[in-house]
């Protein structure tokens, strides 16, 4: 028994336990190195899933992910208007093509548009198009301008000129514009008077064949009357005394006469001074409005034909306005220039130049030059 007891304990006890001590730290490190290398097995598989799930959500987008789409230019025959609006982004445009049919889905002609590495964009006008056009298709047809549809009415434009330009553009007869000008629903306000003469707002409109003239219309009296809205036609027009109506036909007489910039609050003036005195306006615009023509120098004979538009005859605002006037003129109706002129008369056709006088002698002075001016040219000089 005593030898056994011997021989367990043959070695001395401080060196067992510096034996055991160093026995214990390799196990403590054996177990840090295999945490370390779960972790790291660990973020190999987290980087495996997550490289596996970006290849599954391409598989996915791939398979699943492109919308629905049309191919090829669409259908020969079969062919619809479509109208871009002023502002519209891509994705307006796509709702407005998928109402039409033409393209299957808003999303691929946004994808379409968005897409465009050249950055083109799809200008308001109107559109001849085809029905079931891919999204690729429907984009490369609206970015040429060669197919966009529309109009463009200059300031001073009478009604009678929107009409023929209209109807050219739609392929119609000037007859039918007129016609749909007396539709009720094209929206003209109830201080109008019924009349669309100052409503067809000088500016780019959306026109092409197939579409309704009432339509066109009602977009362009709608304009006009949105713009009024803006600048406070109703209210600024009564703090001067004066109706709209009455504003939008000064502003027509001024878009009439006016050739320069200058001239605009002067001939606006010149009208309301005129109103206050009580006297005749006397333009020669209104009479060539009257007579349906637009001559540079009005005879006797055509200043003595009695029509509502004569205001040598007549005293007061002609009936109605004379043409459809620009933010300028409308602007220099509600804002004269201030000053006392009383008459006005352009000398130099070439230049536009026009003299203001304040007094009848002064006035044919200015006249007498004008003529001089008209004498010059016919001897060609």
């Not at 006008?125 to 529309?150: G, T």
């Not at 109807?167 to 929206?187: F, V």
């Not at 707002?201 to 713009?227: C, E, H, S």
Request: aromatic share 8%; with cysteine.
């Amino acid at each position: 028994m005593s030898d056994l007891g011997l021989t367990m304990d043959t070695e001395p006890r401080s060196r067992r336990r510096a034996k055991n001590g160093r026995s214990r730290g390799r196990k403590k490190d054996k177990r840090g190195r295999s945490g370390c290398a779960v972790f790291i097995a660990f973020a190999v598989v987290i980087s495996l899933l997550g490289m596996g799930g970006w290849y599954a959500y391409g598989f996915v987008k791939d398979r699943f992910g492109p919308p629905p789409d049309y191919s090829g230019a669409g259908d020969s025959g079969s062919t619809i208007v479509v109208v871009v609006k002023p502002g519209w982004v891509a994705s307006n445009i796509g709702n407005e093509l998928k109402r039409a049919g033409v393209v299957k889905s808003v999303d691929a002609f946004t994808k379409a548009y968005t897409g465009d590495k050249q950055q083109r964009n799809i200008e308001a006008a109107a559109y001849v198009m085809k029905k079931h056009m891919s999204a690729k298709s429907a984009f490369e047809f609206m970015v040429d301008r060669k197919n966009q549809s529309k109009v463009t009415i200059p300031e001073g434009t009478r009604k009678k000129r929107v009409y023929e330009i209209l109807a050219k553009q739609m392929q119609l007869q000037p007859a039918d514009i007129e016609k749909a000008a007396a539709d009720p629903s094209i929206g003209l306000p109830a201080w109008a008077n019924g009349q669309i003469e100052g409503f067809l707002f000088p500016t780019q409109y959306p026109v092409a064949p197939g579409m309704n003239p009432v339509d066109v219309l009602r977009d362009m009296v709608t304009n006009a009357k949105n713009k009024f809205t803006a600048w406070k036609l109703e209210e600024r027009a009564a703090a001067l005394g004066k109706s709209p109506y009455d504003i939008i036909t000064i502003a027509s007489l001024v878009q009439a006469e006016a050739k320069h910039d200058d001239d605009f609050g002067k001939i606006s003036r010149v009208v309301y001074n005129r109103l206050s005195a009580k006297m005749n306006l006397g333009f020669d615009s209104t009479v060539n409005y009257g007579l349906d023509r637009n001559n540079i120098v009005v005879t006797q004979k055509e200043l003595s034909q009695d029509t509502p538009w004569n205001t040598y005859m007549h005293g007061g605002l002609p009936q109605t306005p004379i043409d459809n006037p620009g933010k300028q003129a409308i602007d220099a109706a509600l804002a004269p220039t201030e000053g006392k002129w009383l008459y006005f008369v352009t000398v130099n056709l070439q230049t536009g130049e026009t003299k203001y006088a304040e007094t009848a002698a002064q006035h044919e002075k200015n006249q007498k030059e004008f003529q001089d001016y008209l004498k010059s040219q016919k001897n060609g000089g």
